[in-house]
């Protein structure tokens, strides 16, 4: 493996890197270091969020720094004032133990004289978004003349934020002999442009599938409907009691809902988008790097560039528009060595663009059932018993009140106490989730969600399993879908009976979908599934599904009746 000291980086870099706990070179840093240190070429690097990119270009740029030199030696652009502050305060650790290297950071809403008179005084590196760099580029107070590394960071994020024309801009600013950087989580058509524009003859570096930041995240989806779509939202959250992360919005009204809905019910959340002023967006940030909240509901603009590393989610309450920005999300958890979930919350149209995200993840999007109200209780009884046995709690606080405790509970026994606690702590959720629907059958039930079956496209199987071996559809599905035929194939109408059932898929499917069933052989409640295409015309379904019914089950009770609910 190698370490930072055989990359060639000087002693005080690599003393301030192992202070701040880098021990070794992540991917994207060990092959973007040792090429920027031995060569002056342009560098065009694939490299999502949370690889350890910011090291990557910082690192080599702070070694070939003049200290002597007072002008601006390196300009680093960023799409967002928050990624640029971390940008400014991890140059700033890295640089600990070298002679004093002046970082400036600027960027819109922040004191413009006050950097003017930091660059007067002279400044080594500027971090910068795009707008405030070419604000002070154009009063003359930033001179870029003698600038020999240029960098842009998140490409990819900057040009979708629109700051295509203050790149070209600012790029006019700097000499032809400077050294240009780009990092970009994506290269679609208009990163490929400028890629081509501004870099001369760059080596290509991908740190892609080398990523940790994507390899420690696992993927699934929760079907949904718009109906269904906050419900399923929250027991995820429920199910997760210690859940730390982000949920995505698309716009920011829908983000400052969910944020209220979530914080009428008692959830600890906040809201983060452009529509607050920037005191009301620090505060939000602050109480969730703090924890202080658990949920942060923001649109993706607004969470660029928050660097925390330990959320535990992300959860995508819609897909971004642009499917290459779910990498962007997904990479904010499972980072430096961590793992952490993406989740997708997905309508019938969504869960189509699932199979091009897998493409450009290469890893699969894995469906869930949504949790049932049992679960969800159990799941959070099982997480309460497991604090307060492994001694999670801080019990010290109420020593002194224990003889008064004691005497008022004294006519209680053991099993009467743990009852009563526990219902106390309880009470509140069991109710809600008392007579909790099965949101996964009231997806599948709801009209719009599922193809017709006189859909062209389907094929009806018919399954030797019914009501009385517990089948329900959401089993049904998840039996299908453990069969490994992949994800987003199309089920369509399902029809549970008594001691047999239906379902529909898609008809590109069907080979497939029998000759797993013949292999894999599943058995479900103890019974050998069988299934066999009916070759039948489902207009006249009722009576052809008697005909199966006489002959495969002689009670003919509730036959007939179409399991369509509400
Ligand atoms: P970045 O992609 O630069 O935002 O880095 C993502 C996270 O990984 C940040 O929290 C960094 O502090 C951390 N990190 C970067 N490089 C290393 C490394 N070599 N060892 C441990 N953590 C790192």
């Known amino acids: 493996m190698s370490t930072f000291e055989n990359l060639g980086l000087q002693e005080p870099i690599c003393r301030a890197l192992h202070a701040i706990g880098y021990e070794n070179p992540t991917p994207i840093q060990a092959q973007t270091i040792p090429q920027i240190l031995s060569s002056g070429s342009d560098l065009k690097a694939f490299a999502q969020t949370g690889t350890g990119k910011t090291a990557a270009f910082s690192l080599p740029i702070l070694e070939h720094l003049d200290t002597s030199n007072k002008s601006v030696q390196a300009i680093i652009l960023s799409p967002t004032r928050e990624l640029a502050i971390q940008i400014g305060k991890n140059i700033q650790e890295f640089s600990k133990y070298m002679p004093k290297i002046n970082v400036l950071t600027v960027y819109g ?45 998140e490409a990819d994020e900057m040009l979708n934020m629109g700051f295509k024309e203050d790149l070209d801009a600012i790029v006019r ?20 442009e400028i890629a081509k524009n501004y870099l001369n003859n760059p080596i290509e570096i991908s740190a892609g599938q080398k990523n940790t930041g994507t390899a420690n995240v696992s993927h699934e989806f929760y079907r949904v409907t718009e109906k269904t779509r906050y419900l399923v939202l929250k027991r995820i959250v429920d199910l997760n009691p210690e859940v730390y992360g982000i949920i995505f919005c698309r716009t920011r009204k829908d983000t400052q809902q969910i944020a209220d809905k979530l914080i009428q019910d008692g959830y600890s959340a906040d809201a ?14 602050a109480k969730f790097r703090g924890r202080n909240i658990q949920l942060l509901v923001a649109t993706d603009v607004a969470a660029r560039g928050l660097d925390v590393d330990n959320l535990t989610h992300v959860i995508n309450h819609k897909l971004p528009d642009q499917i290459e ?18 989740i997708i919350l997905a309508n019938r149209n969504e869960v189509t663009k699932l199979k091009s995200i897998e493409r450009i993840l290469k890893q699969p999007i894995k469906e869930s059932q949504i949790p049932s109200g049992e679960e969800i209780c159990e799941n959070q009884l099982m997480h309460l018993l497991k604090k307060v046995k492994d001694n999670s ?17 004294k006519d209680f026994d053991r099993e009467e106490l743990i009852k009563r606690f526990v219902a106390l702590e309880f009470n509140t959720l069991l109710h809600y989730y008392e007579n909790a629907q099965d949101l996964n059958e009231m997806i599948i039930n709801d009209k719009g969600s599922r193809k017709k079956s006189s859909s062209m496209n389907m094929t009806r199987f018919f399954i030797n399993l019914g009501r009385k071996d517990r089948l329900r559809p959401s089993k049904l599905m998840g039996l299908i879908n453990e069969q490994g035929i992949g994800n987003g194939v199309e089920i369509g109408e399902i029809d549970i009976f008594d001691s047999f059932s239906f379902f ?39 009576k052809r599904g008697k005909k199966r019914r006489d002959r495969k089950d002689n009670k003919p009770t509730g036959f007939g009746r179409k399991r369509r609910r509400k």
């Open 109 to 153: 809403g922040s004191n413009i004289e006050q950097q003017i008179k930091e660059l007067r005084r002279g400044v080594h590196i500027v971090v910068g978004t795009p707008g405030r760099t070419l604000d002070l580029l154009k009063r003359k107070s930033l001179n870029l003349s003698n600038t020999r590394f240029v960098v842009l960071d």
């Open 504 to 542: 529909e898929i898609d008809k590109n499917f069907s080979d497939l979908i029998q000759s797993s069933f013949q292999k894999n052989k599943p058995v479900f409640n103890n019974r050998k599934a069988v299934i066999e295409i009916t070759k039948k015309d489902p207009s006249s379904e009722g």
């Open 272 to 285: 983060l988008h452009g529509d607050l002023s920037q005191s009301q967006r620090d505060a939000v940030m």
């Open 173 to 192: 600013y700097t000499p032809k002999s400077k050294q240009s950087l780009l990092f970009s989580a994506t290269f679609p058509k208009e990163v490929e």
């Open 393 to 409: 709690v801080d019990t010290s606080k109420v020593n002194d009140f224990l003889p008064q405790i004691y005497n008022q509970l």
């Open 325 to 342: 920005n779910y990498t962007h999300r997904s990479g904010r958890t499972g980072r430096a060595g961590r793992s952490g979930q993406s």
